[in-house]
């Protein structure tokens, strides 16, 4: 998954970094020291972890400083996650950087305030052009917008996850279907979409459920009618979901989750893989 906030987060320290001696001094005043690095290290981290695996049974320990420069300073840990579902304890290393100056940390791709504040670009619905199918009850405590494409079999096991957080009340999902793998015509054979209540009421229009059986299955050998009345629509909609992917999210691979991040706001921010694992495998 892409991860502008690091690159720019990158950018944004050498900058820092290129300033003169007493520039920086004027800027900051008081500098995160060494003896109270770890301890701001592990409250940051604890943030990305608690993103990844959840916020119970994580401990960090054997954190090292390795000095870049004044400002920058590479910290190395080792993270332990528990998961009671899961049994056995799993540890391994991670990497973070961290500004003195700022008391900003990347780490696993995500930028973090010294305050707590994930810096990640967020999205609201009109911001993201695009449509898809819905399940789910709007008081769903988890809502997701999902990317996916009917030739990915990635993108086939989010949606049997998906279908049971369904049957548990735990998700409200809009499927947009994208062509990353095919063209947009063989992804509406696939999946066709022009055929679905999304874009008719008409008896015998395919629902959601059915729809997701015809997407789960990698490909279509069967006829569809390109003179119906909504395939043009639903082919413009796939392009339009594709697009979107692309140039709007910088999306390289599907499947593609955003999850509602501010509710009161109404805005979506992309998750990474590890955070999806979480989401639609949360008994794992």
Same mark, same amino acid.
């Given at each position: 998954?892409?991860?502008?906030?690091?690159?720019?987060?990158?950018?944004?320290?050498?900058?820092?970094?290129?300033?003169?001696?007493?520039?920086?001094?004027?800027?900051?005043? *008081?500098?995160?020291?060494?003896?109270?690095?770890?301890?701001?290290?592990?409250?940051?981290?604890?943030?990305?972890?608690?993103?990844?695996?959840?916020?119970?049974?994580?401990?960090?320990?054997?954190?090292?400083?390795?000095?870049?420069?004044?400002?920058?300073?590479?910290?190395?840990?080792?993270?332990?996650?528990?998961?009671?579902?899961?049994?056995?304890?799993?540890?391994?290393?991670?990497?973070?950087?961290?500004?003195?100056?700022?008391?900003?940390?990347?780490?696993?791709?995500?930028?973090?305030?010294?305050?707590?504040?994930?810096?990640?670009?967020?999205?609201?619905?009109?911001?993201?052009?695009?449509?898809?199918?819905?399940?789910?009850?709007?008081?769903?405590?988890?809502?997701?917008?999902?990317?996916?494409?009917?030739?990915?079999?990635?993108?086939?096991?989010?949606?049997?996850?998906?279908?049971?957080?369904?049957?548990?009340?735990?998700?409200?999902?809009?499927?947009?279907?994208?062509?990353?793998?095919?063209?947009?015509?063989?992804?509406?054979?696939?999946?066709?979409?022009?055929?679905?209540?999304?874009?008719?009421?008409?008896?015998?229009?395919?629902?959601?459920?059915?729809?997701?059986?015809?997407?789960?299955?990698?490909?279509?050998?069967?006829?569809?009618?390109?003179?119906?009345?909504?395939?043009?629509?639903?082919?413009?909609?796939?392009?339009?979901?594709?697009?979107?992917? *692309?140039?709007?999210? *910088?999306?390289?691979?599907?499947?593609?989750?955003?999850?509602?991040?501010?509710?009161?706001?109404?805005?979506?921010?992309?998750?990474?893989?590890?955070?999806?694992?979480?989401?639609?495998?949360?008994?794992?």
């Amino acid at each position: 998954m892409m991860h502008i906030q690091s690159s720019f987060a990158i950018f944004a320290i050498s900058l820092f970094i290129q300033l003169p001696a007493f520039a920086a001094e004027a800027l900051c005043a *008081h500098p995160l020291v060494d003896s109270a690095a770890p301890a701001h290290f592990s409250r940051l981290a604890r943030l990305q972890m608690a993103l990844e695996y959840g916020a119970a049974g994580i401990d960090i320990r054997k954190i090292e400083l390795h000095p870049v420069d004044r400002d920058v300073v590479r910290v190395d840990a080792i993270v332990q996650v528990t998961k009671v579902e899961a049994g056995n304890p799993a540890s391994f290393w991670i990497t973070g950087w961290l500004s003195r100056c700022q008391g900003t940390l990347i780490v696993r791709g995500n930028t973090w305030l010294a305050d707590g504040r994930l810096v990640t670009p967020r999205f609201t619905v009109q911001q993201i052009p695009g449509r898809g199918l819905v399940l789910g009850k709007d008081d769903a405590p988890l809502h997701v917008i999902a990317f996916v494409d009917s030739r990915c079999p990635h993108c086939h096991r989010l949606i049997g996850y998906a279908r049971e957080l369904l049957k548990k009340g735990a998700l409200r999902i809009e499927f947009r279907q994208v062509a990353y793998l095919e063209t947009a015509i063989e992804a509406i054979k696939d999946g066709r979409l022009y055929e679905t209540e999304l874009f008719n009421t008409r008896p015998g229009a395919l629902g959601v459920e059915d729809y997701l059986d015809m997407v789960g299955e990698l490909n279509s050998t069967l006829e569809i009618d390109a003179h119906a009345p909504d395939y043009e629509k639903a082919l413009a909609l796939i392009q339009t979901n594709t697009n979107t992917a *692309h140039d709007v999210l *910088h999306v390289s691979a599907v499947p593609a989750v955003l999850v509602l991040d501010k509710k009161s706001t109404g805005e979506y921010r992309l998750t990474g893989l590890n955070e999806m694992n979480r989401i639609f495998q949360p008994d794992l």
